[in-house]
């Protein structure tokens, strides 16, 4: 039987919540367990899909297609959690399953009520959420309920887990609740006083946590854990210090280990401890993180680009193939609407362009611009979603000589529109989950650099997007010097596009940032990672900005 871990928030958000959900579901594979991550996130959006990178954040997509919740990132980066629908669910979901059954006529004319339909519809949520890779149900399933402990909206999420805990037995359900410790500068002290308090809304509402995380950005004395175990009715070695790492967010389990949590929680869900948690691949991982003596510097030039969390597993894969490369990667974050004069001086001295996935007009051709430049000068370019659509746009302006080729999402009467939308796409008008999503196959080409670089001939890949590239240009963009190297057979798609005599100019409709991690970082974020370490490594001798002659074709 599956035994239950809630994972909730208090005094803050942004508490690394998600990051110390997924190190603990990596505690707990390291021990021969299967688990399972879920997130319950209270807001009424259905999906984030829906919302504004600068509210939410990215949104991450999973192999069946589900528009999720960034925090599902970082479980599928530390562990082999099976993600699915079923891993994130919202107020809205939740209701709208509910009004649905009440508009069938399904609750057979009783009132319907938060106590107990809406609650019950979560406890269903959660059951659904414990599937692993084969359908089975897993040892543990770790559920993290967004948002901070007090707020109104949570509440009925707190009440369903509270009465989870409660149809259960007392070793089958565990409450961690993680909680910030401020440190008060002018007095050199860290305060426990908002930690009591949300430990004492959880404890009005019938949940009494097992585990304490404190955030902190200095050590913890014996005397401070041991006033939190009082004042909050949590064992002293329950009470977990989780310090500000250093160096990399990975360094995230390796602490939770030392401290002893997940010795902890198999006591509590009385489960078998097989040997001792080994982290030592991971461990050799950090080592190489923090060892590095390589670097290069790449630009990632977006539109969303003030909020970090915008394009969080874009950084993460640039980091991971970093390690793979055991080199250090610099970012230099640019706005594209900054580029949209000349882009020659913010981007003067990277060793390579990323241009990840993103939606609207702005800045648009600020990243023409940039992938111009990054083309005409050797400079490595990676373009993700977007970053194809725009490359192939600058491609067919610049180089094939189609004036004005543009997008349809953006010019709908272009003379040539190197990028439209699917047939199937053409008469869908709600935004809410008509993308293409999810996981589609992908054939390589022999003899391309991205047959090379992935080594295989068919590959998985993530999308979510509506637009394509238009199969009616093939010829003459091929003519021009693009190589289209990846391909949906099913559906007659373009997927990758390359230019083969550039040192690494590649294009990518799907967005592989969704599977790489540390220790598996994806093999085109290698690829572009190790041609932009050879540039920076060559000297940086063409950089200075100004086209090479050769290469200027427009
Ligand atoms: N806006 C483009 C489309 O819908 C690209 C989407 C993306 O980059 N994820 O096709």
Redesign the pocket.
Known sequence: MTKHIFVTGGVVSSLGKGLTAAAVGMLLEQRGLRVSLQKLDPYINVDPGTMSPFQHGEVYVTDDGAETDLDLGHYERFTHARLTKDSNFTTGKIYQAVISKERRGDYLGRTVQVIPHITDAIKEAIDAGVGDLDGDEVDVAITEIGGTVGDIESLPFLEAIRQYALERAPEDVMFVHITLLPYLRASGELKTKPTQQSVGKLREIGIQPHVLVCRTEVPMEEEMFKKISLFCNVRRQAVIEERDVEKTIYQVPVMLRDAGLDHIILDHLHLPAKGETDLSRWEAMIEDVISAKRHAEIAVVGKYIELHDAYKSIYESLAHAGIANHAKVKIRKISAEDLDENPVEALAGVDGLLVP???GERGLEGKIRAIRWARENDVPFFGI??GL?TAVIEFARNVAGLDDAHTL?HTPHTPHPVIHLMESQEDVSDKGGT?RLGAYECELEEGTLAHKLYGASTVLERH????EFNNDYLERLQAAGLVASGFHRGLDLVEIVEVPTHPFFVGVQFHPEFKSSPLHPHPIFRGFVAAALARAEAGRTSSNGEPRASHTTA
Do not use: A, K, T, V
Not at 464 to 467: A, D, L, S
């Open positions: 996935g993103g939606f979603c977007l659509q999402e993308m979510r997007h509506r637009y």
